[in-house]
């Protein structure tokens, strides 16, 4: 059983950065696939980015591609989300989850934290 817990979030202006963590512990979650997922009010939960567990694959969602930065230590058991260049459109709850493979689906993740809130005012 792996545990995921979000932090970093909060309130930020337009065009400001926030980096999001993810700290995994039990299991063996340094071996997991691990990505991040988003849900604005009124929408389905979304992909954002995943990551391979030797951080030789990225994915991301177009709509983050060259604004958010996915990455991970292995070491400390934690993955990052560094979201640069904020819009108000990113404003959501986002959920790490730490899954089999860094693909856009939710069914391949078997883990998810509770969410932490960004939210990006104009």
């Known amino acids: 059983q792996v ?3 979000e932090s970093g979030g909060g309130l930020v ?3 400001d950065s926030l980096r999001l963590s993810c700290a995994a512990s039990g299991g063996t979650s340094s071996s997991y696939a691990m990505g991040w997922f988003r849900q604005a009010p009124g929408k389905e939960r979304e992909f954002v980015a995943a990551i391979s567990w030797g951080s030789t694959f990225r994915n991301y969602a177009d709509s983050v591609k ?3 930065t996915i990455s991970r230590d292995n070491a400390k ?3 990052y989300l560094q979201m640069n260049s904020l819009k108000p459109e ?3 709850v986002y959920y790490c ?3 089999r493979s860094p693909r856009a689906t939710q069914r391949e993740y078997d883990y998810w934290g509770q969410g932490t809130l960004v939210t990006v005012s104009s």
């Open 13 to 15: 202006q337009a065009g």
């Open 66 to 68: 060259g604004r958010f």
């Open 77 to 79: 058991n934690t993955v």
């Open 90 to 92: 990113d404003t959501s």
């Open 97 to 99: 989850a730490a899954g």
């Open 3 to 5: 545990q995921l817990v």
